[in-house]
């Protein structure tokens, strides 16, 4: 546990310095807004989620983002809208163009 009872590390962006960098610093309130950022080990933005300040994140969708990337990185298997952990994926390919829908139609 890290100090002050969180489970992962916080940081501070007084000025805005960091919410300038990736867009999401309101310079006319002085804060920056709900901006979430999925970065690979390569430093490229692989999504990103900016939300006005009555909307809050969604704390399950950002997990099931990572283990998808994570997935993906790790076997380079595609996955459909909604996937979660353990269901179907698709290895991508020529032969798929145009048909992908078949190979994902929902179970009954």
Partial sequence: ?????????MLSDQGGNIGKLYGVYDEEIGVDIRGRFLIDPNGIIQAAEILTPPVGRNPEELIRQIKAYQHHFNTNEVMPSGWTEGEKT????????????EQWKPEK
């Fill in 1 to 9: 546990m890290v100090d002050g009872g969180i489970p992962y590390p």
């Fill in 90 to 101: 698709l290895k991508p390919s020529t032969e798929l163009a145009g048909k992908v829908w």
